[in-house]
């Protein structure tokens, strides 16, 4: 690949916020997000969402998607195989990005496994496709319970850049993204409009700020002040620092590892 060609190197969706990503090397790119993508969700006995950097011990998660729902898996825990809630289950409301949301409950079952793992009262919810959460970024986009937008793309290069400046280097998977680019400029995603990448394309909604989840190593659990202490040394807006950029769909389609990411606007 020539240095300024651009190719799509990874893909990557998260079926329960805050859990290990499942990389696919297909997907459709639909206007919401890839087919799957965070529709689970943890919360406190509180109702609060459950995020790594409160409970690294996430990073122990073992998960796979199934045609019924969601495999688990964690040391010293037998499996666990989840299906999305009928119509029947009890919901309940969870606050997520400062929206009230009305969730499925999984069950006694998992919530009870889960309280296991990480050690306190938690429960599973899943997100019905009879409950709408349209994003900030694009509002046509029903979004489930991802952050902000339907898709975060990251680019190679500029983590590239970044990693020379930390005392030690950091992994692609610190910024849980859907898209990750291969090849370019470092930071040339922040003049991007819209992308065709496979059959889809995608138009840009903005910079992704960075939460304190990215301190926390989703391979180990342990977790410090980098990479965000650099990144806003450099890479600050509005008081905080960004990586990625996230993106909507314009024309569904197919993407693929491997195919040309065009720049288009």
Known sequence: MH???LELSSLSLYPLKAGRAVTPAIAHAARGGFAGDRRWLLTTASGEPVMLKSHPEMTRLRIAQREDGLSLGAPGLPELVVAPPG???ARFSVTLKRDRIV???AGEQADAWFGELLGEPVRLAFMPHDVARPSRADPSADIGFAGDAPYLLVCEAS???LNARLDAPVGLNRF?????VAGGRPWQEDGWR???IGGAVFEALGPCPRCPNTTVDPDTGATGAEPLRTLAGFRSREGKAM???FMGVRE???VQVGDVVTVLS
């Open 243 to 245: 990586f990625g950029v």
């Open 3 to 5: 240095a300024d060609e």
């Open 159 to 161: 983590l590239a850049d």
């Open 103 to 105: 969730a499925a409950a």
């Open 87 to 89: 119509p029947s289950a």
């Open 194 to 196: 819209a992308l065709r």
């Open 252 to 254: 569904e389609g197919p």
């Open 176 to 180: 849980r993204a859907n898209l990750s």
